[in-house]
């Protein structure tokens, strides 16, 4: 058979560019390679700047694919002179730099015909050809081999970054388990009341443990949805898989497309990388639809075509990404009047209301309420870096119990912190019973009494939201912030004040 150059060429790159998977790509180059050299070993060698080594990534033996073990530190001197070679090269047993690399690999008895990997003219690697016996090769060879050098190159970098890519993946798996759980046992792991206020709750949780059905949970703000969701995916099959959680009323507008369904590269301005949404990124686990009465009208059509058929379509994209995923949803709202009102749509609302759980208002449980308050105090303390978390005042609990608590759990995890911050020794006495939030909600009920009603509900919220930011001086975040007055999330906040144009600022509101 003659010799032709470009099918050589055309061949042994088709071969080397087969598989990502770099053992595989060689074996198949091998298989070619093999009618027109002798070959007993073929080997890929990269040179590894953070090991300051040579190390192999795929070798093949006697036709085998072999686990590459070696790895070959490199003094200076060699390699500065392996990586000035730009030609292929037969290696010289009695070069003075061959015989340097003699003790740490075995070149006795063998010819290695040696090509070297650049990109760019920056040394990567080699590939390796040998032969049993001396003097196996001949110079034209190194010729021939020449053409072949740059798309191994190619195929060599390419298999490098995609182990990386493979790496950082396999990372981020496991740095994503890892804060998994780290962040969900300190809080969200363990429910208070579970045998007493909330035992049928908890024993609704059991039901649908096992299932994959759409959770719908109702409840005034404060009372414990978000930790309910929490113990159903992690009591569920998916517990294992990721928990994505969606705060629907924090996202503005605009974005609420491309965080919940993603982009594909370009579409739109800005758009520069392929992004993953949130619903992918659950694929497998659970996706919390944290505040679900405060979707769009747009958004909730999306989220329906979701629920029907169970995938998505990136934004800008053309296919339909196949989704698998548990939907738990929350709200606070009273979504039957919202649909009544024609703000929620109803065939979203029959698909999320499959299986509602009612998690009652403290007031409704108050048996659980000096448990909840020992529980907050330990937490508390923890958290703030108290040694010894101080003892509660006999008559607090029956004080603590009397009251309503309109904030529900989060309004006593509040107090609690509050009264541990301004707590100066001794017992605690919950003697701050009457806060900024009562106050503010009662100037308000005041103010109520007194106007005839001619705003809009924005306006109404906008003026409600300004003056808590006036009785916290602008404060958002923590304890005695307009966050926690207003027993709603930081982030829901901002997003309101975004929306509504409220100015931030510590001093005028
Ligand atoms: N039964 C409970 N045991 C221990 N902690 C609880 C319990 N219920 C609620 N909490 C705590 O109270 C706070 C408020 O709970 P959560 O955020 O789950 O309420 P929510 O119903 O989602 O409120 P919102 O409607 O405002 O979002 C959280 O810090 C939560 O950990
Ligand atoms: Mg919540």
């Known amino acids: 058979m003659r010799f032709n150059r470009d099918v050589f060429f055309r061949q042994a790159t088709l071969r080397i560019c087969s598989s990502l998977k770099i053992d595989n790509a060689l074996k198949s180059a091998y298989d070619y390679l093999n009618e027109f050299f002798p070959i007993d070993e073929l080997f890929l060698d990269i040179l590894?700047?953070?090991?300051?080594?040579?190390?192999?990534?795929?070798?093949?033996?006697?036709?085998?694919?072999?686990?590459?073990?070696?790895?070959?530190?490199l003094p200076e001197k060699l390699k500065n002179w392996l990586t000035g070679k730009d030609v292929p090269f037969i290696m010289d047993p009695a070069d003075p730099h061959a015989q340097a690399m003699t003790p740490l690999v075995k070149l006795v008895g063998v010819s290695d015909l040696v090509v070297p990997l650049k990109i760019e003219g920056h040394p990567i690697g080699f590939l390796v050809l040998r032969a049993q016996g001396l003097g196996r090769y001949r110079a034209e060879q190194t010729e021939i081999l020449s053409v072949i050098s740059e798309p191994f190159a190619i195929a060599l970098a390419n298999a490098l970054a995609h182990e990386a890519v493979l790496k950082y993946s396999d990372l981020l798996l496991d740095d994503n388990r890892f804060l998994q759980k780290e962040l969900f046992p300190q809080k969200g792991d363990e429910i208070i009341g579970g045998?007493?206020?909330?035992?049928?709750?908890?024993?609704?949780?059991?039901?649908?443990?096992?299932?994959s059905n759409t959770v719908l949970l109702l409840g005034?703000?404060?009372?414990?949805?978000?930790?309910?969701?929490?113990?159903?995916h992690f009591s569920s099959r998916r517990k294992d898989g990721p928990f994505i959680k969606v705060n629907c009323g924090a996202i503005p507008e605009s974005l609420i497309d491309s965080e919940l369904f993603g982009h594909e590269k370009g579409a739109f301005t800005g758009a520069t990388v392929e992004k993953r949404g949130r619903f992918e990124r659950a694929n497998g686990g659970t996706i919390f639809l944290d505040e679900v009465g405060e979707l769009s009208s747009h958004a909730q059509v999306r989220l329906l075509r979701v629920l029907q058929n169970r995938e998505i379509e990136r934004v800008g994209g053309t296919r339909a990404i196949p989704v698998d995923i548990r939907v738990i949803a929350a709200t606070h709202r009273n979504l039957e009047n919202m649909v009544a009102e024609n703000r929620f749509r109803e065939d979203l609302w029959f698909r999320l209301n499959v299986f509602p759980i009612m998690v009652p208002p403290l007031r409704q449980r108050k048996e659980d309420i000096p448990a909840l308050t020992r529980y907050f105090v330990e937490l508390k303390s923890r958290e703030l870096g108290i040694a010894i978390p101080p003892a509660i005042a006999p008559g607090a609990l029956e004080r603590l119990t009397q009251f309503d608590w309109p904030g529900n759990v989060r309004e006593l995890e509040n107090l609690t912190e509050r009264e541990l911050i301004r707590h100066k020794g001794g017992q605690l006495f919950f003697d701050g019973l009457l806060s900024p939030q009562r106050k503010v909600r009662e100037s308000h009920r005041?103010?109520?009494?007194?106007?005839?009603?001619?705003?809009?509900?924005?306006?109404?919220?906008?003026?409600?939201?300004?003056?808590?930011?006036?009785?916290?001086?602008?404060?958002?975040?923590?304890p005695g912030g307009a966050a926690?007055?207003?027993?709603?999330?930081?982030?829901?906040?901002r997003a309101r004040m975004d929306r509504l144009g409220i100015a931030y600022g510590r001093k005028k509101c």
């Not at 926690?484 to 906040?493: E, F, Q, Y």
């Open 48 to 73: 590894d700047a953070d090991l300051g080594a040579i190390r192999r990534i795929a070798h093949i033996r006697g036709g085998k694919v072999l686990v590459p073990e070696l790895i070959v530190p």
């Open 195 to 211: 045998n007493s206020g909330l035992r049928n709750v908890m024993e609704t949780i059991r039901q649908v443990a096992g299932l």
């Open 220 to 232: 005034e703000t404060g009372t414990g949805k978000e930790l309910i969701a929490n113990a159903i």
């Open 446 to 478: 005041r103010e109520e009494r007194d106007s005839a009603p001619s705003q809009t509900l924005d306006e109404m919220i906008a003026s409600y939201i300004s003056k808590v930011l006036k009785a916290t001086n602008g404060k958002i975040h923590g």
């Open 484 to 493: 926690t007055v207003l027993g709603i999330k930081p982030t829901t906040l």
